[in-house]
C-alpha cells in the first residue's frame, strides 16, 4: 500500500544527502503528492554565441540532491514537495537537431548576405521557426495541465526562449500580469538572425501577449538600437533598470533596499519573475552563453525576491534560464540548483503554502 504524503515526510531524514532515485532536491514525493512542478525544456535552437542551456536543466537536477533543505528563510519548504516532471523525450532530440540546422543560417546572416539569396537555407529557416512554434504550444500544454491539477508551476530552461508558452499558459489564468526580468540583455530583439523565436526575442514576444500589461528589467548591460527604439515606442510597458544606473545610483548612497522598493513599486499586482542567470555577476555563471561584465550577486536577486515575495503582489510563476554546464566542473549547476530552491520558496511562500519560519541565530 502507497504511504501518505504524511507518512513519508514522517519517515524521510532531510538531514541526510538526498536520495539519488527520487524527484529533483533528493525528494521522496510523487507529482501527485507535491504543491510546485518544475518543467524542464532542454531548447537551444537559436544559440549564436556559447552553447550548453540545453544541458542546463539536467546540470541543476543532478546538483540539486547536494542542495541541504534546511532552508534559513524555508526551513520547511521541502515538506510541500518539489517534483521535477517527465517531458517528451523529442525535446532535446529536435533542440540538437535543429540547432545544427540553424549553424549554416547564422553564419551566412554573419557575412552580411541576404537569406533570400539562399533558397535552402531560406526553407531551413521556416522549418526551424516551426518546430520552435511547436515547441512553445507543447510546453503551454503541459503547463495548463499542471495548472489544472492545483499545482504551483515552474518553467526550467533551456534558453530564454523557452519561456514563451509559458507566458501564454499563464494569460489565460490571469487577465493582468507583469513580468520581473532579471538579465544582462533586454532581449527585445525583433526575429534575431530572422528567428522569430530567438533567445534574443523573448521579451518582444512577451509583449504581444496582451495580458502582459508591464516588463520591469533589472540589471542590463547589453542592447542595441533596434531594443532602445521597443523600449522608447512602448509607452512605459517596458521599463529598464540598467547595470549602470543601478550601481551609479548606489555609489552615490541609493541602498539597495530603496532601489528594490522602486522596482517592486513599478510592477502590476500579479507578477511572474523571468530570470536569466547571466544577471548575476559573470563567476556565478561562468558557462552560460552570453556572459557580459557587471552584474549583481546571488544575495542581491534573493533580496529582491524575497521582498516582493512580502510586498502584497501576487508571484503567479517564474522561469530560470541560461545555466549552462562546464565540461570540468559542476559551479553553474550548483548556483543554479540553490537558486532555483530559494525561488520555489519565495513561490510558495508568496501563495500561502506553509515554509516554516525563519532561521535566526
Known amino acids: 500500500m502507497q504511504m501518505t504524503k504524511q507518512q513519508i515526510i514522517e519517515s524521510f531524514d532531510p538531514s541526510q544527502p538526498g536520495l539519488a532515485d527520487a524527484t529533483i532536491f533528493g525528494l521522496p514525493f510523487s507529482a501527485e503528492q507535491s504543491e510546485i512542478i518544475i518543467i524542464p525544456v532542454p531548447w537551444e535552437v537559436t544559440v549564436s554565441y556559447g552553447a550548453g542551456a540545453s544541458d542546463g536543466p539536467e546540470a541543476i537536477l543532478d546538483a540539486s540532491y547536494q542542495v541541504d533543505l534546511n532552508h534559513q528563510d524555508f526551513p520547511e519548504l521541502w515538506k510541500l514537495g518539489v517534483y521535477y516532471a517527465d517531458i517528451p523525450s523529442e525535446w532535446k532530440k529536435n533542440s540538437d537537431k535543429y540547432k545544427d540546422l540553424a549553424q549554416p543560417i547564422i553564419e551566412m546572416l554573419e557575412t552580411g548576405e541576404a537569406i533570400e539569396t539562399y533558397p535552402a537555407l531560406e526553407e531551413d529557416l521556416a522549418k526551424i521557426n516551426k518546430v520552435c512554434r511547436e515547441l512553445h504550444t507543447q510546453v503551454k500544454e503541459k503547463v495548463l495541465y499542471w495548472i489544472n491539477q492545483g499545482k504551483k508551476v515552474v518553467l526550467l530552461g533551456g534558453d530564454h526562449s523557452t519561456p514563451l508558452g509559458y507566458y501564454e499558459a499563464l494569460a489565460t489564468k490571469h487577465d493582468n500580469f507583469g513580468i520581473l526580468h532579471l538579465d544582462a540583455h533586454m532581449d527585445l530583439r525583433i526575429a534575431y538572425e530572422g528567428f522569430t523565436y ?94 557580459v561584465p557587471g552584474g549583481f550577486s546571488f544575495e542581491q536577486a534573493t533580496y529582491l525576491f524575497n521582498k516582493l515575495m512580502n510586498s502584497g503582489k501576487e508571484i503567479i510563476g517564474f522561469d530560470l534560464v ?40
Request: hydrophobic share 35%; aromatic share 8%.
Open 322 to 361: 541560461e545555466v549552462a554546464p562546464g565540461e570540468n566542473d559542476d559551479w553553474d549547476g550548483n548556483v543554479g540548483a540553490r537558486m532555483l530552491f530559494h525561488m520555489c520558496g519565495v513561490l510558495a511562500k508568496n501563495n500561502g503554502l506553509h515554509t516554516g519560519k525563519p532561521i535566526v541565530f
Open 198 to 291: 530567438s533567445h534574443a526575442s523573448i521579451m518582444y514576444n512577451a509583449l504581444q501577449i496582451p495580458q502582459i500589461s508591464k516588463i520591469v528589467q533589472v540589471g542590463i548591460r547589453d542592447f542595441c538600437e533596434q531594443e532602445v527604439d521597443v523600449v522608447q515606442k512602448s509607452k512605459q510597458r517596458v521599463i529598464v533598470h540598467t547595470d549602470s544606473d543601478i550601481k551609479k545610483q548606489m555609489f552615490e548612497g541609493k541602498t539597495w533596499q530603496q532601489q528594490c522598493d522602486e522596482i517592486i513599486n513599478q510592477l502590476p499586482q500579479k507578477v511572474c519573475i523571468s530570470f536569466d542567470i547571466d544577471g548575476m555577476y559573470p563567476w556565478y555563471c561562468p558557462n552560460t552563453g552570453t556572459p
